[in-house]
């Protein structure tokens, strides 16, 4: 099972942590899988690439870790521009959870970027 834990912060998110493997088909042909990691990646690029966020990221093949977090120094305004990259890719998770249950939980939790260590 794969578990996916957003980090948020007050009312915005700042991150998020995944890991582990879905188990729903073999390596190269796990849809489950294949979504996760499409959503996250994107969520990824977009926050590094279009908003010019110097995204933290820490990340293990093995374990199937991927863990994102905001810098602690964003503006506002990218704070909130973040948070809506954030959480559509939250929203998309979710309903792949409700379909894939069995694969896929996702959570939020508190704390902000103090909530996961590298």
Same mark, same amino acid.
């Given at each position: 099972? @794969?578990?996916?834990?957003? *980090? /948020?912060?007050?009312?915005? *998110?700042?991150?998020?942590?995944? #890991?582990?493997?879905?188990? $729903?088909?073999?390596? &190269?042909?796990?849809? !489950? ?7 996250? /990646?994107?969520? !990824? ?9 110097? !995204? ?7 374990? &199937? ?14 704070? #909130? ?11 998309? +998770? ?5 379909? $894939?249950?069995? $694969? +896929?939980?996702? @959570?939020?939790?508190? &704390? ?7």
């Amino acid at each position: 099972m @794969t578990r996916i834990s957003f *980090f /948020q912060e007050g009312d915005l *998110f700042t991150g998020f942590r995944a #890991e582990g493997h879905t188990g $729903y088909a073999p390596a &190269g042909s796990d849809i !489950v899988c294949a979504g996760i990691s499409a959503l996250l /990646q994107s969520t !990824v690029i977009a926050l590094a690439e279009l908003l010019a966020i110097p !995204v933290e990221l820490k990340t293990e093949k093995k374990t &199937g870790l991927f863990i994102c977090r905001l810098p602690a120094a964003l503006t506002g305004e990218e704070r #909130e521009k973040a948070d809506l990259l954030l959480r559509s890719a939250h929203r998309g +998770l979710l309903r792949m959870a409700d379909e $894939y249950s069995e $694969y +896929l939980r996702v @959570t939020i939790r508190g &704390g902000g970027n103090n909530a996961e260590t590298f």
